[in-house]
């Protein structure tokens, strides 16, 4: 049924459907694993989506009732997560799943919060991305691994957009770009798009960011 609704796109039904199998297991497959992070990340998606385009407008309502269903999902991912997911996994495969997720759902919380909250859940956030990095440096997973590139992508965009902290960014960003590639070339072939599509999104900041650093540079020099 959880497939069901992803085809469909009812991602509200999709998350009813993950929740139950959640009630009735304490560690989930790799499918079930993914179907929930699916359901979680479209259903926050359409309302970030949203969100962004309401702070244009003026509907102050609708605005509200979007960042109180975002922070509604976002946190009982997280409870989720904590509770649940990250002490019962036995893989660390799975564990780097869990804390990438607990990493980008901080994330958005941070995206809309504010005071103590928006502190918390930045501080968690960068927290959970070192701490999947840590496993993965820990269990040799491979630089060019695209889950260890998603993690750094978002792991900068963390300390770009929500920290404003341009310098740190970079540092992550240029690191896990330059590490992945020197060892593509011995990559395995079905997961070679996957690990460069990423590195290309890793490419692409690196080039606004360090252009956005040189102007920044230039300007305090003229000062």
Same mark, same amino acid.
């Given at each position: 049924?959880?497939?069901? @609704? ?8 999709? +998350?009813? %459907?993950?929740?139950?199998? /959640?009630?009735? *297991? ?9 179907? +929930? @992070? ?9 309302? !970030?989506?949203?969100? !962004? ?8 309502? +609708? #605005?509200?009732?979007?960042? *109180? ?11 989720? /997560?904590?509770?649940? +997911? ?10 780097? #799943? %869990? ?36 496993? $993965? ?10 889950? !260890? $590139? ?17 310098? @740190? ?14 060892? /593509? ?6 997961? %070679? ?31």
């Amino acid at each position: 049924m959880a497939k069901l @609704s992803e085809q469909t796109e009812r991602f509200d039904e999709m +998350l009813d %459907y993950m929740k139950k199998i /959640l009630d009735m *297991s304490k560690e989930l497959k790799d499918e079930e694993r993914n179907l +929930l @992070s699916i359901a979680y990340k479209n259903y926050v998606s359409q309302r !970030r989506t949203a969100w !962004r385009i309401k702070i244009l407008g003026h509907n102050k309502i +609708l #605005f509200k009732k979007i960042e *109180s269903e975002m922070e509604k999902a976002c946190t009982e991912i997280l409870q989720i /997560l904590d509770v649940s +997911l990250i002490p019962n996994s036995s893989s660390a495969e799975a564990k780097i #799943f %869990y804390y990438k997720m607990k990493g980008d759902y901080n994330r958005y919380l941070s995206e809309f919060s504010s005071g103590q909250l928006l502190q918390k859940a930045s501080s968690e956030a960068i927290r959970s991305y070192e701490d999947a990095i840590n496993i $993965l440096d820990q269990n040799n997973i491979r630089k060019d691994d695209a889950l !260890r $590139l998603g993690i750094s992508l978002n792991h900068s965009v963390m300390y770009y957009e929500i920290k404003d902290d341009l310098k @740190s960014a970079i540092k992550i960003a240029k690191q896990a770009f330059q590490d992945a590639l020197q060892e /593509l070339e011995d990559i395995e072939e079905e997961k %070679y798009k996957d690990s460069t599509t990423i590195m290309q999104l890793l490419r692409d900041n690196l080039t606004v960011w360090q252009n956005e650093l040189d102007e920044q540079n230039e300007r305090n020099m003229l000062k």
